[in-house]
């Protein structure tokens, strides 16, 4: 359980307001829940509030416009974590958000237990993103088909074995400290990976990478590689 946290919580339905601040109490022996109901209170709130942890955001309350709000938000205060807690659940909405700079998307009929996991993963440094969006094309025919999103496979094959090592890693929202746990490998040189990542796929964030590279077997593009020297320059 995390020591102390300061919250903003952003949303126009007082209950709602009322039952995320029970889950965040839930990872913070001392936590301090802001509110906001509308953009132009979530904006003052949060250049008050100088060391605020985390933002959660609902993208439909007033004065947000979508992912409009969201964007002005993320200008504003652009060290401070974003995640957007919506009714929302499809797809589009979820890309749409991690494009413009939320780190988790978490929908409103999740189990309390599920955002519990969900902040904590993104207060470690992760990335959330719901399940059923991650899996939402793993059962459609793969056969000569691309994968979802911005991701091609010709990007694909421009990542090295270990790149997609860290990416699969990745993809489940994993920090840079557990993929280098995982991989045996020193924390920047994770990063090293993720920053070329991010560039061979020509996306801006790590959960933009997530949700463009949803629905990849990594495990046949692995196997297309033969096991990269130890001391190849890139891997480190």
Do not use: W
């Amino acid at each position: 359980m995390l020591e102390i946290l300061e919250v903003l919580i952003a949303d126009d339905h007082p209950l709602f307001r009322e039952a995320l601040a029970e889950v965040v109490g839930q990872i913070s022996r001392d936590c301090r829940c802001l509110e906001a109901a509308s953009l132009e209170e979530t904006l003052g709130v949060a250049r008050a509030a100088p060391d605020l942890d985390l933002i959660l955001l609902d993208l439909m309350m007033p004065g947000m416009d979508g992912v409009a709000g969201l964007s002005l938000l993320r200008h504003e205060v652009p060290a401070v974590p974003i995640v957007v807690v919506s009714a929302k659940t499809e797809r589009a909405t979820v890309m749409e958000a991690i494009s413009h700079g939320a780190i988790g998307f978490i929908t409103k009929t999740s189990p309390r237990s599920v955002m519990v996991k969900a902040l904590v993963q993104v207060l470690e440094g992760g990335i959330y993103l719901p399940a059923e969006v991650v899996r939402q094309y793993d059962s459609e025919p793969s056969a000569g088909a691309e994968p979802v999103g911005k991701v091609s496979r010709s990007m694909l094959t421009t990542l090295t074995r270990k790149q997609l090592l860290v990416l699969e890693r990745l993809a489940k929202g994993e920090s840079n400290k557990q993929i280098a746990r995982a991989l045996s490998l020193a924390e920047p040189t994770v990063k090293a990976h993720v920053s070329a990542i991010l560039r061979k796929l020509n996306v801006q964030s790590r959960a933009s990478a997530i949700v463009a590279s949803s629905g990849i077997e990594f495990r046949s593009l692995r196997l297309a590689r033969e096991p990269e020297a130890p001391s190849s320059k890139e891997d480190g």
